[in-house]
């Protein structure tokens, strides 16, 4: 499985440079972890819990981190065994640049996994892929650069004149609104 993306941080590169060497930013990045340690230097051991289709694990292994030239690219690997439930390993080729005020955070990600995660099939592998890398990055841009800006208008409160948003609380609203017309009409004559 290989997947490329990319993420606009808001914040400079020299603040989210960093923030991914730190195991405690990294930790609260990756979706189930339940623990992270080491050094950018020995590595990272980790645990991580997931679950892929019906397959549940808890994966321990090392993470490490090579190939890193300050300030702009690195490259981080993982790999991890599940027990019974197989192996995942991958890694991602993270690499930075200037973006306005903020930083273009750019990711090329290869995956592989084996044992009963295998027989799942490519296509809930390669989604279940997509899906973490991008709770990652997300999480990483979010920890980093800040929540996404607030929207300057909040939302209306449900009342009987405005229904309820949404297709279905929008048809309801309009049979509320039409039975009501109708019974006014009726009341009337």
């Given at each position: 499985?290989?997947?490329?993306?990319?993420?606009?941080?808001?914040?400079?590169?020299?603040?989210?440079?960093?923030?991914?060497?730190?195991?405690?930013?990294?930790a609260?990045?990756?979706?189930?972890?339940?623990?992270?340690?080491?050094?950018?230097?020995?590595?990272?051991?980790?645990?991580?819990?997931?679950?892929?289709?019906?397959?549940?694990?808890?994966?321990?292994?090392?993470?490490?981190?090579?190939?890193?030239?300050p300030?702009?690219s690195?490259?981080?690997?993982?790999?991890?065994?599940?027990?019974?439930?197989?192996?995942?390993?991958?890694?991602a080729?993270?690499?930075?640049?200037?973006?306005?005020?903020?930083?273009?955070?750019?990711?090329?990600?290869?995956?592989?996994?084996?044992?009963?995660?295998?027989?799942?099939?490519?296509?809930?592998?390669?989604?279940?892929?997509?899906?973490?890398?991008?709770?990652?990055?997300?999480?990483?841009?979010?920890?980093?650069?800040?929540?996404?800006p607030?929207t300057?208008?909040?939302?209306?409160?449900?009342?009987?004149e405005?229904?309820?948003?949404?297709?279905?609380?929008?048809?309801?609203?309009?049979?509320?609104?039409?039975t009501?017309?109708?019974?006014?009409?009726?009341?009337?004559?």
């Open positions: 499985m290989e997947l490329s993306d990319s993420r606009h941080i808001a914040a400079r590169p020299d603040i989210v440079w960093p923030a991914i060497l730190d195991p405690e930013v990294l609260a990045c990756i979706p189930g972890c339940e623990s992270l340690t080491g050094s950018v230097e020995a590595g990272y051991e980790a645990v991580v819990v997931q679950k892929v289709g019906p397959v549940s694990a808890r994966f321990t292994g090392v993470v490490t981190l090579s190939d890193i030239i300030g702009q690195l490259t981080i690997t993982g790999e991890g065994k599940g027990g019974a439930a197989g192996f995942a390993k991958g890694g080729k993270v690499s930075l640049s200037p973006d306005g005020e903020g930083t273009l955070l750019t990711y090329e990600v290869k995956a592989n996994v084996g044992g009963k995660l295998a027989q799942l099939g490519s296509r809930i592998i390669d989604g279940f892929t997509k899906k973490l890398a991008d709770q990652f990055f997300e999480n990483f841009a979010a920890k980093v650069g800040g929540p996404p607030e300057d208008s909040e939302p209306e409160p449900e009342t009987e405005a229904p309820k948003k949404g297709w279905f609380g929008r048809l309801w609203g309009k049979k509320d609104a039409e009501a017309a109708e019974t006014a009409e009726g009341g009337d004559a």
